[in-house]
């Protein structure tokens, strides 16, 4: 009998050690699925409080900050529904009060500054913000949390800065080649700059104004490469005459 009982008493405590470690992994595996997630969320927090940083080096409008500010503060309630700290309680009410205070029909321009980094690497920088901007500003329009007008004005606002980046950059890289005598490669950059607005379809007075200076310095590219090789030609003409003048004369 007393055997009996401790048999069941053993297996009993099997049970119950069974039950508390298959508690203990299902805890285990909730708390490791809740850090992926506040780790998921907290990337992408990162990231469009970057893009809110960058959007202060573009002239975009109010509403492409809206735009993100509302996207930002989305993400930080889904942190806050996982993760419920005064931390993420407090960033929520700065959000929400940076969103009153801007109308997501608002098209006008925060800044109208904008320049051009000399470094390439901050070029890059500056052409991937405005990708990722773009993305972002379809995303939400696609979920319908964006104006259709919003859209159009702020995404080809977006596209256009692109151009001008573009084309900035490559007249910038023939002026360079051009003062460093390298007039081949000063022609093919401003050659790509040249077909670059023309592959467009829309035309301003930003891309009328360029392609014509660009023409022009294409023409005068053009005729001083004809220069040099005139002069080129006659050098050799003359070292040609002079070779045949100093040759030995033939005996008849």
Do not use: C
Request: charged share 30%.
């Amino acid at each position: 009998m007393i055997y009996t009982i401790v048999i069941a008493l053993i297996i009993l405590l099997i049970i119950l050690a069974i039950i508390v470690g298959s508690v203990q992994q299902h805890k285990q595996r909730q708390e490791l699925e809740r850090r992926k997630k506040l780790a998921r969320y907290r990337n992408a927090l990162e990231q469009i409080e970057d893009l809110i940083h960058m959007s202060s080096f573009f002239p975009i409008g109010k509403s492409m900050l809206a735009v993100l500010n509302m996207r930002a503060y989305e993400v930080l309630q889904n942190m806050y529904a996982v993760s419920p700290t005064k931390d993420f309680k407090s960033r929520l009410e700065d959000y929400k009060e940076r969103m009153e205070g801007i109308d997501p029909k608002d098209t006008s321009l925060i800044s109208e500054e904008f320049e051009i980094p000399q470094n390439n690497k901050q070029i890059i920088a500056m052409i991937n913000a405005l990708k990722r901007l773009k993305a972002t500003l379809r995303s939400e329009h696609a979920r319908g949390r964006v104006d259709s007008n919003v859209f159009n004005v702020e995404d080809q606002r977006l596209s256009k800065l692109q151009l001008k980046i573009s084309i900035e950059t490559l007249i910038r890289r023939g002026r360079h080649a051009y003062e460093s005598h390298m007039l081949g490669s000063a022609r093919q950059y401003y050659e790509k700059a040249l077909r670059t607005i023309e592959e467009q379809s829309f035309s301003d007075d930003y891309t009328t104004s360029r392609q014509e200076s660009i023409k022009n310095a294409l023409e005068q590219i053009a005729q001083e490469l004809k220069d040099a090789h005139a002069k080129d030609k006659a050098k050799h003409k003359k070292e040609d005459d002079l070779e045949e003048l100093f040759q030995p004369k033939r005996k008849w």
